[in-house]
């Protein structure tokens, strides 16, 4: 598991398994370096309570969530106390939980886009929905635990599209020629 209390960070390629929170960032009132951390490229599954938490109750900058995997965590994203800036929350896949995300406790309206959410008790709870879908991902095997997808899911080819990760590599190292949602495609 990662904490994160205060200022920023980027948080890429890593796989959180069988904890209480894979990831769970709060920002401090007190920190004013607080910039907007990025976790992307990563990957969660059998969280008991969060495969990855953000409190954003006293970020100065919107923190960015891009190309996560979570699967089988109670709350596969949990954004609690957005009341001074708006998460980016982007091309993300949550399965089999029993929240694809949960907003609780925000000023503002938290609106996720271009992410995939599927099988879970709750797909949306507390936020908007904006260019989301709702279906299988079709991982091409669970049974290694590596949630990866590959062209015949319909998370292949259908993320938002933003440029700023373009030219990055998986975490084998091959070069994504695709703009897809999650962590490993």
């Known amino acids: 598991m990662i904490r994160k209390y205060t200022g920023s960070v980027t948080t890429r390629r890593n796989v959180f398994y069988n904890a209480k929170y894979g990831f769970r ?6 920190d004013t370096t ?5 976790t992307e490229h990563n990957e969660a599954y059998d969280c008991t309570v969060a495969g990855f938490l953000w409190d954003c109750r006293a970020a100065l900058n919107a923190p960015r969530f891009r190309k996560n995997t979570a699967n089988n965590c109670v709350e596969n994203f949990s954004i609690d106390d957005a009341d001074s800036v708006i998460p980016i929350i982007l091309d993300n896949i949550g399965a089999n939980g029993d929240f694809g995300i949960d907003v609780s406790g925000s000023l503002l309206t938290v609106a996720p886009d271009f992410n995939c959410f599927y099988n879970n008790t709750d797909d949306i709870r507390g936020a908007v929905d904006a260019n989301n879908i709702f279906t299988n991902p079709t991982f ?6 590596s949630f990866t997808i590959d ?12 440029a ?3 030219n990055e590599t998986d975490r084998l190292g091959n070069a994504y020629t695709k703009d897809n949602m999650g962590a490993f495609a």
């Open 151 to 162: 062209s015949t899911s319909p998370c292949w080819d259908t993320a938002s599209g933003f």
């Open 164 to 166: 700023d990760w373009h």
């Open 34 to 38: 607080a910039s907007g951390s990025i």
């Open 140 to 145: 091409i095997s669970t049974s290694d635990s």
């Open 25 to 30: 960032e709060f920002a401090d009132a007190a």
